[in-house]
Structure formats: structure tokens, C-alpha cells
């Protein structure tokens, strides 16, 4: 799909892997990565650690912690990082079902946003300073 200043590609295999990039939005600023989780109870960051511990970020859901959902983003950044050079690229976990609080909820944990989707598309269609040029990088790229 593409719009002004904004292309997704879905389902995307990673090469030489089994695994799959749910999401990449291309957008003028970048390229986004989007893992969509359909989880149930309320996301949340617990920061434990600190002055005499080392500070460890974990990603709660429901009082789970899915704290290695954020570690496949960050694998999945690294591959495509090393894919396009140059080119910002940003991870986010958007889960769909979720508890999001009314006020505030969005956070950010080892560089990984943590939103629901209307956050998430609002976040990309702001996204509008950059000269990375959405066309040419989408085309050849929908099949």
C-alpha cells in the first residue's frame, strides 16, 4: 500500500530465516519496523535495577513479561539496518488488542516504541521531515 509520504509492505520473510517482519512502513524520515501483537491486558515498563544493580528494562503485558518481543525487534532492526546503510530505522510493537490506559500508555524501551495502532499511524503519517523518497524506494518493492 502506498499514500503520500507513506508506503507498507506486509509480511516480509527475512532472508535466510524462517522468521518474518510483520510491517515496514517507508516513510520520507525513514524506514519503520512493525511487529503487531493481538494481546490481551494492559502493556507496561518495569525498570528494575539501578544504583547498585545494573538497570534492566522488561516489557509487561497482562503481568507477563514479553520482554523478548522487544528482543526480536531488535534483531530484526539489526537486519535491516545493515540492509539499507544509512537510512534511520525505527521498531515499534503496536499491540492490537491491548488495555491501553485513556491518558499517556505509548513508551519507548531499548529504543522500541510500544503503541496501539492509532498511536502508531499517527506517529507515521507526522513523519513527514526527511528526503527519503517514499516512490522510488516502494517501487519495485509491491509485489
Not at 527475512?14 to 501483537?37: E, F, Q, R, V, Y
Not at 497482562?62 to 525505527?90: F, I
Amino acid at each position: 500500500m502506498a499514500a503520500d509520504g507513506l508506503a507498507v509492505l506486509h509480511d516480509r520473510r527475512i532472508p535466510g530465516s524462517k522468521a518474518n517482519i510483520d510491517h515496514i512502513a517507508i516513510t520520507p524520515s525513514g524506514i519503520w519496523l512493525i511487529d503487531a501483537k493481538r494481546y490481551k491486558g494492559r502493556p507496561e515498563l518495569r525498570i528494575e535495577g539501578g544504583i547498585l544493580r545494573p538497570r534492566v528494562e522488561k516489557l509487561l503485558v497482562g503481568r507477563r513479561d514479553r520482554t523478548a518481543l522487544v528482543d526480536g525487534v531488535l534483531r530484526q532492526l539489526d537486519v535491516v539496518r545493515d540492509l539499507v546503510g544509512d537510512v534511520p530505522v525505527t521498531g515499534a510493537l503496536c499491540f492490537i488488542e491491548a488495555d491501553w490506559p485513556l491518558i499517556g500508555g505509548a513508551f519507548s524501551t531499548r529504543g522500541v516504541h510500544v503503541v496501539w495502532p492509532k498511536r502508531l499511524a499517527k506517529e507515521l503519517t507526522e513523519q513527514s521531515a526527511g528526503d527519503l523518497d517514499v516512490a522510488f524506494t516502494w517501487s519495485g518493492q509491491n509485489d
